[in-house]
């Protein structure tokens, strides 16, 4: 079973910048879409960003032209490069992973389609 790893949260002001990473331990992530998803205290976990085995990547319309996915599977690990940030953005981010039927590019920002996750790294943004 795949562990996986977020790091890189922390506190920014608005208008700042974090990135976040996400190491596999276990097995491969080469084969699998990988996700960002995020989650607020009283919101429902949304999806924030995918990238799909051949690198082709979804976004939230709310974050289009500030984040940005990438993958690096030599090291085995997910990044998102979060650039503009916003009070919004504030959430525990949390990293995703499958590797099966569910791998689609059509699904990147679906929650359900993901059985491995990650513990969660927060990002706090103040005004």
């Known amino acids: 079973q795949v562990q996986l790893v977020e790091s890189g949260g922390g506190s920014v002001q608005s208008g700042g910048s974090l990135r976040l990473s996400c190491t596999a331990f276990?097995?491969?992530?080469?084969?699998?879409?990988m996700g960002w998803f995020r989650q607020a205290p009283g919101n429902e976990r949304e999806g924030v960003a995918g990238?799909?085995?051949?690198?082709?990547?979804a976004y939230a319309d709310s974050v289009k032209g500030r984040l940005t996915i990438s993958r690096d599977n030599d090291k085995n690990a997910l990044y998102l490069q979060m650039n503009s940030l916003k009070p919004e953005d504030t959430a525990m981010y949390y990293c995703?992973?499958?590797?099966?039927?569910?791998?689609?590019?059509?699904?990147?920002?679906?929650?359900?389609?993901?059985?491995?996750w990650g513990q969660g790294t927060q990002v706090t943004v103040s005004s």
């Open positions: 276990g097995y491969s992530i080469s084969s699998a879409c």
């Open positions: 990238i799909d085995r051949r690198g082709s990547t």
């Open positions: 995703a992973a499958d590797f099966g039927a569910s791998c689609q590019w059509s699904l990147l920002l679906r929650s359900w389609a993901y059985r491995n």
